[in-house]
């Protein structure tokens, strides 16, 4: 999964995104039809930014293609729940102004977008020094994390 972008799919895919650092990495997956979506999202919020503002880098944008994605795949939006990992303060800098916390930002835009859709999040591991890399298995909806400092982690 490329930063800024997304993949939706069908169980028994897996899929996968690397290096989640300050971006935050959003598992939405419907538990009937086994349909999921997997984003790695890098900014918060595209209404700040002239001519870019569709692309899914940013969170509002990229939560609210993945749903339409997965319910022209079939899924059912009423089903959906989301695991999201990720947004790192990646420097380890103390007492960083939310505004200069881009990890932060980008935990708050996810779960607000979220909310906004309708869409629970169930589980999750964010914020933090160390970055992740999340393994979504559509089969089962389990999210692996792998990372070099804690190991493996399920969601």
Do not use: W
């Not at 895919?13 to 419907?30: E, F, K, Q, R, W």
């Not at 001519?51 to 609210?64: C, L, T, Y």
């Not at 790192?88 to 007492?95: D, Q, S, V």
């Not at 990372?147 to 969601?155: A, F, S």
């Amino acid at each position: 999964m490329p930063i800024g972008g997304f993949r939706v799919s069908t169980a028994p895919d897996v899929l996968i995104t690397h290096n989640l650092g300050s971006c935050v990495g959003v598992a939405l997956y419907d538990v009937f039809s086994k349909i999921g979506a997997l984003a790695h999202i890098s900014l918060p919020d595209s209404k700040s930014m002239e001519g870019e503002n569709r692309s899914p880098k940013f969170a509002d944008v990229a939560i609210s293609l993945m749903i339409k994605e997965m319910e022209n795949y079939g899924a059912n939006r009423i089903y959906i729940i989301a695991k999201i990992a990720g947004g790192g303060n990646m420097f380890n800098l103390k007492n960083l102004p939310i505004e200069m916390d881009i990890g932060a930002q980008n935990v708050l835009a996810v779960r607000k977008y979220l909310a906004k859709e309708g869409i629970r999040i169930i589980a999750d591991d964010t914020l933090g020094h160390y970055p992740r890399t999340m393994e979504f298995e559509l089969e089962t909806g389990k999210v692996t994390l792998k990372t070099k400092m804690k190991g493996e982690k399920y969601l």
